[in-house]
C-alpha cells in the first residue's frame, strides 16, 4: 500500500526556515515524480515544489529563492527547506508523488506550517 508520510510542520516566526520531509513506502520511489503542495486557508491547492524522477525540480514563483526540494532517494524521501518565511507561507504542506507514465497520483495526509509571531 502506498503511504507518503510527511514530517517536520510547526510554528515558525517570520523569516524563519522549517524542513519537510516526505518518507514514502509502496512505491518505487526513483521513477516517480515527487511534489510538495499546499493549501491556505480560503486558497486553492497549489503546487510549491516539485523534484522529477528525471532530477528536475521546479518551483511556484512565490517561493523562488526561499524554498529547495531535493531527494534522497535511498531513504525514499523527498525534502522541502523553506527559508524566509512569511505569513503568506502559512498553509497546510502535503506530499505528492506520481509515477511518470500512466502514474496515479497520492498525497500524504499533510503537515501544517504556521507562519506568525
Known amino acids: 500500500q502506498v503511504q507518503l508520510v510527511e514530517s517536520g510542520g510547526g510554528l515558525v516566526q517570520p523569516g524563519g526556515s522549517l524542513r519537510l520531509s516526505c518518507e514514502a513506502s509502496?512505491?518505487?520511489?526513483?521513477?516517480?515524480?515527487m511534489a510538495w503542495y499546499r493549501q491556505a486557508p480560503g486558497k486553492e491547492r497549489e503546487m510549491v515544489a516539485a523534484a522529477t524522477a528525471g532530477g528536475t525540480a521546479d518551483y511556484a514563483d512565490s517561493v523562488k529563492g526561499r524554498f529547495t526540494i531535493s531527494r534522497e532517494n535511498a531513504k525514499n524521501t523527498v525534502i522541502l527547506q523553506m527559508r524566509s518565511l512569511k505569513p503568506e507561507d502559512t498553509a497546510i504542506y502535503f506530499c505528492?508523488?506520481?509515477?511518470?507514465?500512466?502514474?496515479?497520483?497520492?498525497w500524504g495526509k499533510g503537515t501544517l506550517v504556521t507562519v506568525s509571531s
Open positions: 509502496g512505491i518505487n520511489f526513483s521513477i516517480n515524480d
Open positions: 505528492y508523488a506520481k509515477r511518470r507514465y500512466n502514474g496515479i497520483p497520492y
